[in-house]
């Protein structure tokens, strides 16, 4: 039997089907809708998350510094409550290095959900809160508290949802996969805004600043509906993307 040059075996590895790894008729033809429910998902998360991010910064300019900082000075209010807004920019990093770590360990979908639920929990949180009056200065200390537990998730999410979209695409459409979450910021902020101008124009700016302000935050409960969505998706293994 003739000896076979070194070069063949590589060719005969790269051309070998592992037993268990063979995508199937059916599989292929499974993999493009399944992939493109992951890729909304994780677009609708990134939605959600930036939604929650356009509606503290509106409600900060709006209502939250005289509700959270009174100080007799309505700038001085105002600068208070954007600092506020600042602090989830500065935890971002955290959420990137724990939330990578989870994914790496437990699985990019887990990490994912518990990053939105976290965020959830957090505006709804906001949404929540009684004002300096009723509670003094408890209610700045939980006010950041909450920022930053939604920098933690920002951070966490952001990531985690590219490269869920990314694990999940079809071979040559990694990268348009990939793309499809970035259109969550802009998607987020007019949802911010679709909700925060008719909320202010059937409550009125009396009814908005009292208390009216806090539905917008509430309603990001819908988070819970994005959760069972993404509960769905089947985990995705390092050994299954190929760079």
């Not at 509670?135 to 939980?142: E, H, R, S, T, Y």
Request: proline share 7%; net charge neutral.
């Amino acid at each position: 039997m003739p000896e076979l040059p070194p070069h063949a075996f590589s060719k005969i590895a790269a051309t070998a089907v592992v037993p268990g790894t063979a995508a199937s008729p059916t599989a292929e033809r499974l993999a493009g809708p399944r992939a493109s429910k992951v890729a909304v998902a994780s677009m609708v998360g990134t939605t959600i998350e930036y939604y929650d991010f356009a509606v503290y910064g509106t409600a900060g300019a709006l209502v939250l510094g005289p509700a959270f900082f009174p100080s007799g000075n309505a700038t001085v209010s105002s600068l208070a409550a954007f600092l506020t807004f600042a602090a989830a920019f500065l935890a971002r990093p955290v959420g990137v290095v724990l939330f990578g770590t989870i994914g790496d360990r437990l699985g990019r979908r887990r990490a994912l959900v518990v990053s939105l639920l976290l965020m959830g929990v957090a505006t709804v949180g906001v949404g929540l809160l009684p004002t300096y009056e009723t509670a003094g200065l408890l209610v700045p200390v939980l006010l950041v508290t909450l920022r930053l537990l939604q920098g933690v998730s920002m951070g966490g999410e952001w990531g985690g949802a590219v490269l869920l979209a990314a694990e999940h695409a079809p071979p040559g459409r990694r990268a348009l996969y990939a793309a499809v979450p970035q259109a969550g910021p802009s998607l987020g902020f007019l949802l911010s805004t679709a909700v925060i101008l008719p909320t202010l124009d059937i409550a009125g700016r009396d009814a908005f600043t009292d208390w009216a302000w806090r539905i917008p935050f509430l309603l990001s409960t819908v988070l819970v509906v994005v959760l069972i969505c993404l509960l769905a998706l089947p985990e995705t293994r390092d050994q299954e993307f190929d760079v």
